[in-house]
């Protein structure tokens, strides 16, 4: 008796110790932060990691005692995975929600048999509310992260990158915010998805939206309400609400885009006619019927190069001295809007919008003549 004792101890102090020794790297990171995928590296083919390597810093920066809350449509990056169950060791705890589906079974298997046996605190969900729903959300919550300048608290991470290596081959946005309000609403939409998915009752989720006081905003999709839809889009709403178009500048960076959302195209012909300044960033592959619909907007649109990939989900809105970056992982599709759980999120902040604004040029730069 007395051995085993000795024995259990031994082995709970070494396992204590070997928690304590995974010591915690300080990141160094300036709020809000913004980052993208450089056009020029991937250009024929390249790849740009750096969103990755942020993410991991991130990871590595937090300590035990704190949460790590990750919500993902694909999932297939390993090194990312060890991070995470390296956090979990040291004592953080960390939470994941993976999408199962017919979509992304392929690339999250390995990851979901890794997750599934390591982590605590995962749950690999299908969204039935459709035979095509999904979960495709891309976004990370740390409840505190140590820096160079000290502890930051209630970071966000909304980015339209999965966690794949397609994803390092494609253009993408990553923003990293601190915000008390939004940080516990995006906590809250990951529960529901967790306690609604695991019961197999996500038909049942109900739309909520939330923002903070510096008027930044989140919408949770699907828009749904009472098992149906509910309400108008919510993109539409924001080019519908403009007073002043010839004051105003919109730009539209998404690489999908389908018919069912074509009223957003008409939005902008209008403002345009209106005396908008309008401009549209997509893929030389959008649906044919969206191509044809913003032909009205003349020499405005912008289609890349088949060497590249929009994954960028992002719009800016300038009205007068109001500037608003819109992102997340929401696709300018119906499925995106009524079936998908995803977030729409709104920031109100200059420094932000000229990051976007730059971004939005380069890539128009790299657009077919």
Same mark, same amino acid.
């Given at each position: 008796? +007395?051995?085993?004792?000795?024995?259990? /101890? =031994?082995?709970?102090?070494? &396992?204590? !110790? %070997?928690?304590?020794?995974?010591? *915690?790297?300080?990141?160094?990171?300036?709020?809000?932060?913004?980052?993208?995928?450089?056009?020029?590296?991937?250009?024929?083919?390249?790849?740009?990691?750096?969103?990755?390597?942020?993410?991991?810093?991130?990871?590595?920066?937090?300590?035990?005692?704190?949460?790590?809350?990750?919500?993902?449509?694909?999932?297939?990056?390993?090194?990312?995975?060890?991070?995470?169950?390296?956090?979990?060791?040291?004592?953080?705890?960390?939470?994941?929600?993976?999408?199962?589906?017919?979509?992304?079974?392929?690339?999250?298997?390995?990851?979901?048999?890794?997750?599934?046996?390591?982590?605590?605190?995962?749950?690999?969900?299908?969204?039935?509310?459709?035979?095509?729903? +999904?979960?495709?959300?891309?976004?990370? /919550? =740390?409840?505190?992260?140590? &820096?160079? !300048? %000290?502890?930051?608290?209630?970071? *966000?991470?909304?980015?339209?990158?999965?966690?794949?290596?397609?994803?390092?081959?494609?253009?993408?946005?990553?923003?990293?915010?601190?915000?008390?309000?939004?940080?516990?609403?995006?906590?809250?939409?990951?529960?529901?998805?967790?306690?609604?998915?695991?019961?197999?009752?996500?038909?049942?989720?109900?739309?909520?939206?939330?923002?903070?006081?510096?008027?930044?905003?989140?919408?949770?999709?699907?828009?749904?309400?009472?098992?149906?839809?509910?309400?108008?889009?919510?993109?539409?709403?924001?080019?519908?609400?403009?007073?002043?178009?010839s004051q105003t500048e919109i730009r539209f960076a998404h690489g999908k885009w389908d018919e069912n959302r074509?009223?957003?195209?008409?939005?902008?012909?209008?403002?345009?006619?209106?005396?908008?300044?309008?401009?549209?960033?997509?893929?030389?592959?959008?649906?044919?019927?969206?191509?044809?619909?913003?032909?009205?907007?003349?020499?405005?649109?912008?289609?890349?190069?088949?060497?590249?990939?929009?994954?960028?989900?992002?719009?800016?809105?300038?009205?007068?001295?109001?500037?608003?970056?819109?992102?997340?992982?929401?696709?300018?599709?119906?499925?995106?809007?009524?079936?998908?759980?995803?977030?729409?999120?709104?920031?109100?902040?200059?420094?932000?919008?000229?990051?976007?604004?730059?971004?939005?040029?380069?890539?128009?730069?790299?657009?077919?003549?």
């Open positions: 008796m +007395i051995r085993t004792t000795i024995v259990v /101890l =031994f082995l709970t102090l070494n &396992t204590f !110790q %070997g928690i304590q020794s995974q010591s *915690v790297q300080p990141v160094v990171l300036d709020l809000p932060f913004v980052l993208f995928t450089d056009p020029q590296q991937l250009d024929e083919g390249g790849a740009d990691r750096s969103l990755l390597v942020q993410i991991k810093k991130l990871v590595d920066a937090t300590a035990a005692g704190e949460e790590i809350t990750v919500c993902v449509f694909k999932f297939e990056q390993d090194e990312l995975a060890h991070h995470l169950i390296q956090a979990q060791n040291r004592g953080v705890k960390v939470r994941v929600i993976l999408n199962k589906g017919d979509t992304s079974k392929d690339t999250n298997k390995e990851m979901k048999d890794l997750l599934s046996s390591q982590l605590l605190d995962f749950h690999y969900i299908e969204n039935k509310i459709s035979k095509k729903g +999904i979960i495709h959300n891309k976004f990370i /919550l =740390f409840s505190e992260v140590e &820096t160079q !300048q %000290g502890p930051l608290k209630h970071l *966000v991470l909304q980015t339209s990158s999965n966690f794949q290596k397609k994803g390092a081959k494609k253009l993408q946005d990553m923003l990293i915010f601190s915000s008390t309000e939004l940080y516990y609403c995006y906590l809250d939409f990951w529960h529901q998805i967790k306690v609604l998915g695991t019961t197999d009752q996500l038909e049942h989720y109900q739309y909520f939206s939330c923002s903070d006081q510096k008027n930044n905003q989140a919408y949770y999709l699907p828009k749904r309400r009472e098992k149906e839809s509910f309400g108008k889009d919510p993109v539409l709403k924001v080019l519908e609400d403009i007073e002043q178009p074509e009223e957003l195209a008409q939005a902008l012909e209008k403002l345009q006619r209106q005396g908008a300044l309008v401009e549209v960033v997509t893929n030389s592959d959008v649906d044919k019927d969206i191509r044809k619909e913003l032909k009205e907007l003349d020499k405005h649109v912008y289609y890349l190069d088949d060497d590249y990939n929009m994954h960028t989900k992002f719009f800016l809105v300038r009205q007068g001295d109001r500037k608003q970056v819109w992102t997340g992982s929401h696709n300018l599709t119906n499925r995106s809007l009524r079936e998908n759980f995803e977030v729409l999120l709104k920031i109100e902040d200059p420094a932000i919008y000229q990051r976007y604004l730059d971004y939005f040029n380069q890539i128009k730069a790299v657009t077919l003549p």
